[in-house]
C-alpha cells in the first residue's frame, strides 16, 4: 500500500473547496446548447474534411470478455486500410483493447504508426485494489501500449473523497510512464454535469492527457452536453494552466451525423485548435463503416450498402 | 350666550399625506355645506403641489406596503373595518350632516365596515385566484403571480363614504399605494376616515387623501409621470376623454366602473385592474 | 486555422411562390386596395419582393364591416366547440405548411432560417393549438361562467415576428368569439397573407380574419374605427402612447404589448457558461429585434472581466449572414430606417465614452447588416443604457450587490423582462420578486410558450397575451 499510493497534490480539504468552487451548470441551458450545436448543417467540401478528420480521430475500439487475438488482428488491419478498396481514407487514430491483448495489438500494428491504447484500473467498475490497478497498468504498458484508458474511482468521487481520486490518476499517471493517460470519468454514473466539471477538472490537475466520457458499459455513455461540459473544462483549463488536455467522447456514437455533430462541438466550444486527433477522439467501434460507408456517397454519388464494407 | 353651556372645540379638516396631517401648502380652503345648505366646516382646497407630495409619499410606502405578508396586509385591512366600527356613532352623525337620513347614514356605515372586512379577507387569497403554474413545453417551472401596479390615483365617487371605501380597499389589499381626491361635495368623512386609516397600523404614505376641486386636482394625478395607474370612478363621462388622454403619457392603466354599492360581493374586477401579472421561469434539471 | 469552415447550406426558396403583387385580405377574399401600393423589401439583398396593396378609410370601413357581419351572424353565434375545430384545422394547416412559412418570413423579415424553423413557426402553430383548446371553455377560465367576446378585434402587428405575433393576436381572439381585422407591418406583410390563405384552407367563414396592409396611416384608421370593440397592439411605445390617446375616453378595450430595454443580471455565482450562452441568445436572438431582449446586461463587478472575456469569446463564434442558411446565427435588419436608428444609437454610445467592440466579421456587401455589438464601461446614463435600441447590441454596466443590482435594472420607464443569473435559489427568488417586469427569466432568457402569459409592467404596455391571463383581453369581463 505504502509505495503505491502517491500524497494528494493539494491538501484534501483544498482540493474539495477548489472543486466545488468551480462555476456550475445548468443542465437545460447546456442541454439547450448542446442541441442547438447540433443543427449545424454540414455540407460538402466541410462535410468531405469532416469525415476524414473523424476516421482519423477513432480510436477503434474492441472490449468484449470473447475478445480473442483473431478479433484484435482483424480490427488493426482495419485501423490501418480501413477502406480496402480506397487508399485516400486515413487510418485510424489508435486500436483500444483489453491490457492482455496489447502485445497482439502491438505486433499486429507494427510499422502503421497506430498505436495501442489500452484500458486498465480493473476497467470498467474500477473495484480493484490500487496494486491491482498499478499492476494492469505497468503490465499494459511493458506490452507496448502507448496510451492508457484508465477508469476514475466513481465511489471514491461520488463519496467526496476526492483526495482519493487524485492520489489514484496520479499513481497511474506515474506507472504510465510515457505512455499518455487518458481518464475515464464514466459520466453515466456520475449523472450531474456539475459532478462532470469537477472530475474534469480533477483529472486534468491530477496530470491526465485526455479526459475521457465513459467505459461504454454503462448507459448512458457518451453525450453531447457532458462532452459540451469536457471541452468547456479542457478550454477553462488550458485558459488558466497553458496545459493542453484532450477529450474522448466514447459508446454510443455509431453514425456519421453524430461524428459531425461531435467534430462542431469541439470547433465551437473548444476551438479549432483541438479538432487533431492529438486532442479529441472518438471511441467507437461500428462508426468507422458509418463514416466508410457516407465517405463512399460523397465520392461516388450514390448511396451505399453494408455488405460493401467489412464487418471486423 | 349663556355661560353654562360649553363652546365645542371643533375639528380642522386637513390632508391627509405620508400619514400626517398637513394643510394644503397653497393656504387655501373652501367652505363645506350641509344637506340644509348650512356652513358644516372648511375643507382643505389641495394644489398640484398637494398632488405632487402625495405621490411622493405613495411612492416612498410602496415597496414596504408591498413586501408585506399578504396575511399582514390583511390583518391591517380588518384593522381598519375594527376602527370605523369603533367609531360608527361618529360617522353616522357626519353622514347625517351630510345629508343622510339616520337609516341611510347606519347602514352606509355598516356596509362600509363590512367591505373593509370582505376586502380584508382577500389579501392572502389574491394570488391563488389570480394566479397559476403554467404548463409550459420545455423543461422550466414557470409560475405566474399577481402583483400591485404601484401609486394608483384615485378620483373617489360623490358618495361621502361606501363609495371612497368601495374605491380604496381593493387597490391597497394588493400591495398598491394610493392617492385619492376624496368626494368634492361631501369630503369631510373622509378626512375623519383618514383617522381611522392613521391609527389602524397602516403604514403612513400607503393612502393620501386630498380634498378640494376635482377638476383641479384630476389632471395632475392623470399626467404624473410616477402614478401607474388611475381610477377615473368618480369623474364624469363627458370628463373621462381629457384625462385618459393625459394617462396616456406614462402609459397608465385607466379603469373607470361605477362602484358596486349595495351589492354583498362587489366583484373582483376592481382588485384586478390595478394588478401586474408577473410570469417567471425556472429551468429543471439535476 | 480553418480546419473545418462550415460550407454554405441554403435552405431552398423553391418552397415559397412570391407573388409579384398582393391584395387585401377582405371578407375571404383578396381584394384590391385604395391606397397607393408599396413594395415590400428583402433585408438580406435591399431588392424589392413583391407590391403589396395599402387600405384606404374605405377600405377600412370594408374590413371592419365584414368583420361586424361574421362577428354577428356566424362567429358569434357558433358554439365554443366548433370554433375549436376551425382553430386546431388552422393549427394543422401551419404545421404541414411550417417549412414554406419559415422560409417565408426568413426572406421577407431577415431572421435567420434556423431561428423561423425552430422557434416561429413551432410556436405559432403551438399558439393556435393551445387557443383552439380554450374555446369551448372559457367558463372555466376564472372570468365567469359565460364570458363574453368583445366584438371586432383591430390588431396591428410589428414586424420583428410577422407571423408569431399575428398568431399572438388572432388565436385568443377567435378563441374568444371575437372577429379580427389584422394590420401587420408594411416591411413584412408577406406571412399574413400566406396565413389569409391558410384561413382559406381550412375553410374559415368569410369574415372571421380580414388582413389589411399599408403603413402607420393605415393602422391610425383601424384603430381608431368607431366599428371596433377592442384594440391591441404591439410595437413600438410611442406609437402605443399615440394608440392609448386614440382611444382614451371611448369604449373600446385596449391591450399593449410595447418596448422594453431588459436587465439581464448575471451574480458572481450563475452557471457561467450557461449565463453566456443566456446573455447571447437574450440580446442576439432575432438580430436583437426583440422587445423583451436582454439589452442592459448588469454583470457582478466580481466576475465582470472572466465573463465579459468569455462573452466575447462566444460572440466571435456567431454567425452572421444569408438569413437562409442553415448555419446563420445572426440575420439581417429588417429596413433601412432600422439599421440606421441602431448605427445612430451606437455612434452616441461611443461618443458618451462606452467602449465599443464587435467581433471580426465579414458583412455581406448588400441588404442591411449590423455586425454583433457589445459596448462595455456604459454608464446608466447613456442613451444606450436606456433607449431601446431594438438591435444586435449589448449594453455592459456592473454591480455590487444585489440591492444595486435590482436598482439599476428597474431605473427605466420600461418593464417588460428581466433576466437573473445565480445559482443560489433564494436569491433568485428574492430578485426576481423585486424586479418590475411582467416576464422574468432565472438561469434562462428569451423563452416563450402560448400557456405563459407575457406582457409588461409600467411603459411596456397593458395586459397580457398566452395563458389563462391573456384571455381577459378579449371577453367582455
Same mark, same amino acid.
Given at each position: ?65 470473447? %475478445? ?198 469541439? #470547433? ?20 468507422? #463503416? %458509418? ?22 | ?22 394643510? @394644503?401648502? @397653497? ?38 406596503? @408591498? ?76 409560475? @405566474? ?142 | ?78 358554439? =365554443? ?206 438580430? =436583437? ?189
Amino acid at each position: 500500500m505504502s509505495t503505491e499510493t502517491v500524497p494528494p497534490g493539494r491538501g484534501a480539504a483544498g482540493l474539495r473547496a477548489f472543486l466545488h468552487g468551480l462555476p456550475g451548470v445548468d443542465r437545460v441551458g447546456a442541454d439547450e446548447r448542446a442541441a442547438r450545436l447540433a443543427t449545424r448543417s454540414i455540407k460538402t467540401t466541410a462535410k468531405a474534411q469532416a469525415i476524414d478528420l473523424a476516421i482519423a480521430m477513432v480510436d477503434l475500439t474492441t472490449l468484449e470478455g470473447a %475478445d480473442t487475438p483473431g478479433k484484435v488482428r482483424a480490427l488493426c488491419a482495419k485501423a490501418a486500410r480501413p477502406d480496402p478498396e480506397d487508399r485516400s481514407v486515413p487510418p485510424v487514430a489508435a486500436v483500444c483493447v483489453y491490457s492482455d491483448l496489447v502485445g497482439v495489438a502491438v505486433e499486429a500494428l507494427d510499422g502503421t504508426g497506430i498505436g495501442v491504447a489500452s484500458v486498465a484500473t480493473a476497467f470498467p467498475s474500477g473495484r480493484a485494489p490500487l496494486a491491482a490497478k498499478l499492476a494492469d497498468v505497468r503490465a499494459a504498458v511493458a506490452a507496448g501500449a502507448a496510451e492508457i484508458d484508465m477508469v476514475i474511482d466513481r465511489g471514491a468521487f461520488l463519496a467526496g473523497d476526492y483526495a482519493t481520486v487524485d492520489a489514484e490518476i496520479r499513481a497511474v499517471r506515474e506507472a504510465c510512464g510515457d505512455a499518455h493517460l487518458k481518464v475515464i470519468l464514466e459520466t453515466g454514473e456520475l449523472v450531474t454535469y456539475d459532478n462532470v466539471r469537477r472530475a474534469s477538472w480533477l483529472a486534468m490537475d491530477a496530470g491526465a492527457d485526455f479526459i475521457k466520457t465513459s467505459t461504454g458499459k454503462v448507459s448512458p455513455a457518451a453525450t453531447l452536453p457532458v462532452t459540451l461540459v469536457m471541452l468547456e473544462a479542457v478550454r477553462d483549463y488550458r485558459a488558466a494552466t497553458g496545459r493542453t488536455v484532450g477529450v474522448k467522447p466514447a459508446g454510443g456514437i455509431r453514425t456519421t451525423k453524430d461524428a459531425l455533430k461531435y467534430l462542431v462541438l469541439v #470547433n465551437e466550444t473548444a476551438g479549432p485548435d483541438w479538432l487533431t486527433p492529438d486532442l479529441f477522439r472518438l471511441g467507437a467501434s461500428s462508426l468507422l #463503416n %458509418d463514416l466508410l460507408m457516407q465517405r463512399r456517397k460523397l465520392t461516388t454519388g450514390v448511396y451505399s450498402g453494408p455488405d460493401h464494407f467489412t464487418l471486423d | 350666550m349663556t355661560s353654562d353651556q360649553r363652546v365645542d372645540v371643533r375639528k380642522t379638516y386637513k390632508l391627509f399625506i405620508g400619514g400626517a396631517f398637513p394643510r @394644503s401648502e @397653497s393656504g387655501r380652503s373652501y367652505p363645506v355645506t350641509g344637506a340644509e345648505g348650512g356652513f358644516l366646516a372648511n375643507a382643505a382646497r389641495a394644489s398640484r403641489k398637494d398632488v405632487r407630495d402625495a405621490v411622493v409619499a405613495a411612492r416612498k410606502a410602496f415597496p414596504g406596503w @408591498s413586501a408585506r405578508t399578504p396575511y399582514n396586509r390583511g390583518q391591517i385591512l380588518y384593522r381598519i373595518a375594527e376602527m370605523l366600527e369603533g367609531r360608527r356613532a361618529q360617522f353616522v352623525a357626519e353622514l347625517r350632516d351630510a345629508g343622510l337620513g339616520k337609516g341611510a347614514a347606519g347602514a352606509e356605515v355598516d356596509a362600509a365596515v363590512d367591505r373593509w372586512v370582505w376586502y380584508a379577507g382577500w389579501a392572502d387569497k389574491l394570488a391563488a385566484v389570480a394566479g397559476n403554474a403554467n404548463p409550459v413545453a420545455g423543461p422550466f417551472f414557470t409560475f @405566474s403571480t399577481p402583483e400591485p401596479t404601484g401609486v394608483v390615483g384615485s378620483v373617489a365617487p360623490d358618495g361621502p363614504l361606501l363609495d371612497l371605501v368601495s374605491a380604496l380597499a381593493p387597490v391597497i389589499v394588493s400591495g398598491n399605494t394610493a392617492v385619492v381626491v376624496a368626494s368634492e361635495p361631501a369630503p369631510l368623512p373622509a378626512i375623519t376616515f383618514a383617522e381611522v386609516l392613521a391609527t389602524s397600523d397602516l403604514p403612513g404614505g400607503v393612502v393620501n387623501l386630498l380634498t378640494g376641486r376635482r377638476a383641479e386636482l384630476a389632471p395632475w394625478l392623470a399626467g404624473h409621470m410616477d402614478v401607474n395607474a388611475l381610477d377615473l370612478t368618480g369623474v364624469a363621462e363627458t370628463d373621462v376623454k381629457p384625462l385618459a388622454e393625459a394617462a396616456a403619457g406614462n402609459l397608465k392603466r385607466v379603469f373607470r366602473d361605477p362602484v358596486r354599492a349595495d351589492a354583498e360581493d362587489p366583484g373582483t374586477a376592481r382588485m384586478q385592474a390595478f394588478l401586474e401579472i408577473k410570469t417567471v421561469w425556472h429551468p429543471v434539471g439535476v | 486555422m480553418d480546419l473545418f469552415a462550415y460550407a454554405p447550406a441554403p435552405e431552398s426558396r423553391d418552397v415559397v411562390d412570391i407573388r409579384p403583387s398582393y391584395g387585401l385580405f377582405v371578407d375571404g377574399a383578396f381584394t384590391d386596395g385604395g391606397g397607393e401600393p408599396f413594395k415590400t423589401v428583402e433585408p438580406a439583398t435591399g431588392e424589392a419582393l413583391a407590391e403589396v396593396a395599402s387600405a384606404d378609410a374605405a377600405d377600412v370601413d370594408r374590413a371592419v364591416a365584414a368583420a361586424r357581419r361574421a362577428y354577428e351572424t356566424v362567429w358569434g353565434p357558433m358554439s =365554443g366547440r366548433d370554433r375549436a375545430k376551425y382553430l386546431f384545422r388552422i393549427a394543422r394547416i401551419l404545421q404541414e405548411r411550417s417549412r414554406e412559412l419559415a422560409v417565408l418570413e426568413s426572406i421577407d423579415n431577415g431572421k435567420p432560417i434556423r431561428e423561423s424553423r425552430d422557434v416561429d413557426l413551432p410556436l405559432v402553430a403551438a399558439h393556435f393549438f393551445y387557443h383552439a383548446g380554450w374555446a369551448d371553455k372559457l367558463g372555466h377560465a376564472g372570468f365567469g361562467a359565460d364570458p363574453r367576446p368583445l366584438g371586432v378585434a383591430a390588431q396591428v402587428i410589428p414586424w420583428n415576428f410577422p407571423l408569431l405575433m399575428l398568431a399572438w393576436k388572432i388565436a385568443p381572439a377567435l378563441a374568444c368569439g371575437n372577429t379580427v381585422v389584422l394590420k401587420p407591418a408594411e416591411t413584412t406583410p408577406l406571412t399574413a397573407l400566406a396565413f389569409a390563405d391558410v384561413c382559406r384552407q381550412a375553410d374559415l367563414p368569410p369574415g372571421v380574419v380580414n388582413i389589411i396592409t399599408g403603413a402607420g396611416e393605415t393602422g391610425r384608421l383601424l384603430v381608431a374605427h368607431d366599428g371596433v370593440d377592442k384594440v391591441a397592439f404591439t410595437g413600438s411605445t410611442d406609437v402605443g402612447r399615440e394608440i392609448a390617446r386614440t382611444v382614451a375616453g371611448t369604449r373600446r378595450r385596449l391591450t399593449l404589448e410595447l418596448g422594453g430595454k431588459a436587465a439581464n443580471i448575471v451574480f458572481d455565482d450563475a452557471p457561467l457558461d450557461q449565463a453566456v450562452e443566456g446573455v447571447v441568445n437574450g440580446i442576439f436572438f432575432n438580430q =436583437g429585434h426583440v422587445c423583451c431582449a436582454g439589452s442592459r446586461l448588469l454583470v457582478q463587478e466580481t466576475v465582470a472581466d472572466e465573463f465579459l472575456e468569455r462573452l466575447k469569446a462566444r460572440m466571435a463564434t456567431l454567425r452572421v449572414g444569408d438569413p437562409l442558411d442553415k448555419n446563420t446565427d445572426v440575420g439581417a435588419i429588417n429596413s433601412a430606417a432600422q439599421l440606421a436608428r441602431i448605427a445612430d444609437l451606437a455612434e452616441a454610445g461611443e461618443r458618451e465614452g462606452a467602449e465599443r467592440w464587435s467581433p471580426p466579421c465579414d458583412l455581406p456587401g448588400r441588404g442591411y447588416w449590423f455586425a454583433p455589438t457589445l459596448f462595455t464601461g456604459v454608464a446608466q446614463s447613456h442613451r444606450i443604457a436606456r433607449e431601446e435600441i431594438f438591435g444586435p447590441v449589448l449594453s455592459a454596466l456592473t454591480f455590487r450587490t444585489p440591492q444595486e443590482a435590482v436598482e439599476k435594472a428597474n431605473n427605466t420607464p420600461y418593464g417588460l423582462s428581466a433576466g437573473v443569473w445565480s445559482e443560489k435559489g433564494s436569491r433568485t427568488l428574492w430578485v426576481a420578486e423585486r424586479l418590475r417586469a411582467g416576464v422574468v427569466w432565472a438561469n434562462t432568457f428569451n423563452k416563450f410558450d402560448p400557456a405563459a402569459p407575457f406582457g409588461g409592467y409600467k411603459e411596456s404596455g397593458h395586459g397580457r397575451e398566452g395563458g389563462r391571463h391573456g384571455l381577459e383581453a378579449y371577453l367582455d369581463i
